[in-house]
């Protein structure tokens, strides 16, 4: 059974930083591509970013610059380094996989698996 279980979310100032853990068990952790996914309050899904079991990674326009998605193979885990944060990343942030598509495509419907999600507020 796959399990993905978040951490690391807060309450932060603008400007501030803070470091998301994604633990992920009961798959090939290391040969599949993962994202993170949020959700603002009262809004839909948003691709935030994705990355390669390589690797290699890629952003959303909104988050460029600022966040760095990287992962630790050897122990199952992805991580989001987020910086500069802004009021308006405030959401819930979730990682997520696809049991058919291994590719961080942007479009949340080929996600099938997702953790419970963490809480990012970014307020003075």
């Known amino acids: 059974e796959v399990q993905l279980v978040e951490s690391g979310g807060g309450l932060v100032q603008p400007g501030g930083s803070l470091r998301l853990s994604c633990a992920a068990s009961?798959?090939?952790?290391?040969?599949?591509?993962m994202s993170w996914v949020r959700q603002a309050p009262g809004k839909g899904l948003e691709w935030v970013s994705g990355i390669f079991p390589s690797g290699g990674s890629s952003y959303s326009d909104a988050v460029k610059g600022r966040f760095t998605v990287s992962r630790d193979n050897a122990k199952g885990t992805l991580y989001l380094h987020m910086n500069s944060l802004k009021p308006e990343d405030t959401a819930v942030y979730y990682c997520?996989?696809?049991?058919?598509?291994?590719?961080?495509?942007?479009?949340?419907?080929?996600?099938?698996?997702w953790g419970q999600g963490t809480q990012v507020t970014v307020s003075s």
């Open positions: 009961g798959f090939a952790f290391s040969m599949h591509s």
């Open positions: 997520a996989a696809s049991t058919d598509y291994n590719f961080p495509y942007r479009d949340t419907k080929y996600y099938d698996n």
